[in-house]
């Protein structure tokens, strides 16, 4: 009973307060804990170092959960971030477009179409005033055509594989002259 | 002589005799002295141990926030650089802020004293002069205003808003 009550009540003390005559006092009394006093007290000022680094050393663990919970967060963030682009890409379906010749690109949305004549309409809108005579795409007489990058990464000429398989496997879309089509990438 | 050394002998003892109880205190004394000097050692340490303690707590304690705060800044905020063609120095604003493009543009518009207009997809703000660009994670420069905002705010490393003329320009100016 007389034993195990001061542990706490110094406990709290050294939580609550952290005053040096407290710390002093409490150095004082954890002798009387020990069986020995006598044959204890010699030692005793260094053992209390210790006993209180211990808890200090408490308190660093408590200070490492709070850095795991911030490597946590941050890991969680990472992940969300790279499920977000990932589900934007699957789920809105856009591709970047270029037109060689030009610096700014821009974007369509593939699953918004049905067909390459429509993908073709928009083209035409976005990249035509760059053409006296517009694009005109997937016609004979144009100058210009289509290509798109696949999902391995090989450049490809648009149209030859039916829409459904376009869109699935399309990941980027460039607008070239012919002359420039027939040289290889 | 044998007198003599025997009395010096005696003498001796004699003073051996005084000698005795002097040394005996002085003994005595070095050792209160020793025990008054552990004791003065032992409080020393004692505050050493303290003082030693405190330091490594407040450090550590210090040591954190910063960390967080951090890290909360960079959750919380997204800065990026904003070039305009013919300003002079450039601009940074928070994405964090806006919450869609037309907030983006204005602030924007506010920004460099300039009118960009509205986003049309097939002309693309032409007509006003300026053309809002943006360079993405991959590093290519495409325009504002062709994908849903967040998808924008998420990609977005860099804005620059070039004067209608130079939209079309050549790879060579870059």
């Keep these: 009973m007389y034993c195990s009550d001061p542990p706490h009540p110094l406990h709290l003390v050294a939580s609550d307060k952290q005053q040096k005559d407290h710390k002093l006092i409490l150095s004082w009394k954890k002798p009387t804990m020990d069986s020995d006093p006598l044959g204890v007290f010699p030692n005793s000022p260094k053992y209390h170092p210790y006993y209180s680094q211990t808890t200090e050393f408490g308190g660093v663990i408590d200070l490492g959960l709070s850095l795991r919970t911030i490597q946590h967060e941050i890991y969680h963030s990472s992940g969300q971030r790279y499920c977000s682009n990932e589900g934007y890409r699957r789920k809105w379906g856009y591709v970047k477009v270029t037109m060689d010749g030009l610096v700014v690109g821009r974007k369509v949305c593939v699953l918004d179409h049905g067909s390459y004549s429509t993908l073709a309409h928009q083209l035409e809108d976005m990249f035509g005033m760059q053409s006296v005579s517009g694009l005109r795409l997937f016609q004979m007489e144009s100058e210009f055509c289509l290509v798109y990058r696949d999902e391995e990464g090989l450049w490809r000429n648009a149209g030859d594989v039916p829409w459904n398989e376009f869109i699935e496997s399309v990941e980027r879309l460039r607008i070239t002259r012919r002359n420039d089509a027939v040289l290889p990438f | ?174």
């Design chain 2, 1 to 174: 002589m044998a007198y003599e050394k025997v009395n010096e002998l005696n003498l001796k003892d004699t003073e051996l005799c005084l000698g005795l109880p002097g040394r005996t205190e002085k003994i005595k004394e070095e050792q209160e002295v020793s025990c008054v000097k552990s004791n003065n050692k032992r409080l020393f340490e004692e505050t050493r141990d303290e003082e030693e303690s405190t330091p490594p707590t407040k450090t550590q304690i210090v040591g954190w926030p910063p960390v967080r705060s951090s890290r909360k800044n960079n959750n919380s905020v997204s800065y990026v650089k904003v070039s305009m063609d013919g300003a002079p120095y450039l601009r940074k604003i928070d994405l964090k802020t806006y919450k869609n493009y037309p907030e983006l543009l204005k602030a924007l518009e506010n920004m460099f004293k300039v009118m960009i207009g509205e986003y049309c997809e097939r002309e693309g703000y032409k007509g006003s002069g300026f053309v809002p660009t943006y360079e993405d994670k991959d590093g290519d420069w495409m325009l504002v205003g062709d994908v849903p905002w967040d998808m924008f705010s998420s990609s977005c490393k860099r804005l620059r808003i070039m004067k209608g003329s130079d939209a079309p320009a050549l790879d060579s100016s870059l």
